[in-house]
């Protein structure tokens, strides 16, 4: 599987952004999906997961309320909604998906970055105040 992650761009605080990733491949092994980010310095963390079940979708606080994550099955695709961006939310998105069910505690493990197996290489949002 590999993925490609796209959308990202300078902004102004208080704008927004759509970024995407899209899968080829052996898709059909894609089961949750998700959004990392990382800043200089700093470790990757976690943003938003969705499963392959419909509704089912998990959010970092920093951005609940604020970003929306959605996946269009037909076509393998991912996206991240990004509102009220903030100069915090600079960093590299990076999109992430689990070749496997995610059989307990899914809230929890969808947000390790151990549970993804196919990583996509990374786009860069910067917003400025």
């Known amino acids: 599987v590999q993925l490609q992650a796209s959308g990202g761009g300078l902004v102004q605080a208080g704008d927004s952004l759509t970024l995407s990733c899209a899968a080829s491949?052996?898709?059909?092994?894609?089961?949750?999906m998700a959004w990392f980010r990382q800043s200089p310095g700093k470790e990757r963390e976690f943003v938003a997961a969705i499963g392959r079940d419909v509704g089912r979708v998990n959010y970092a606080d920093s951005v609940k309320g604020r970003f929306s994550i959605s996946r269009d099955y037909a076509n393998y695709t991912i996206y991240l909604q990004m509102n009220s961006l903030k100069p915090e939310d600079t960093a590299v998105y990076y999109c992430?998906?689990?070749?496997?069910?995610?059989?307990?505690?899914?809230?929890?493990?969808?947000?390790?970055?151990?549970?993804?197996?196919?990583w996509g290489q990374g786009t860069q949002v910067t917003v400025s105040s």
């Open positions: 491949g052996r898709t059909f092994r894609m089961d949750t």
């Open positions: 992430a998906a689990d070749r496997s069910p995610i059989l307990s505690n899914w809230k929890l493990r969808s947000s390790w970055s151990s549970t993804y197996d196919y």
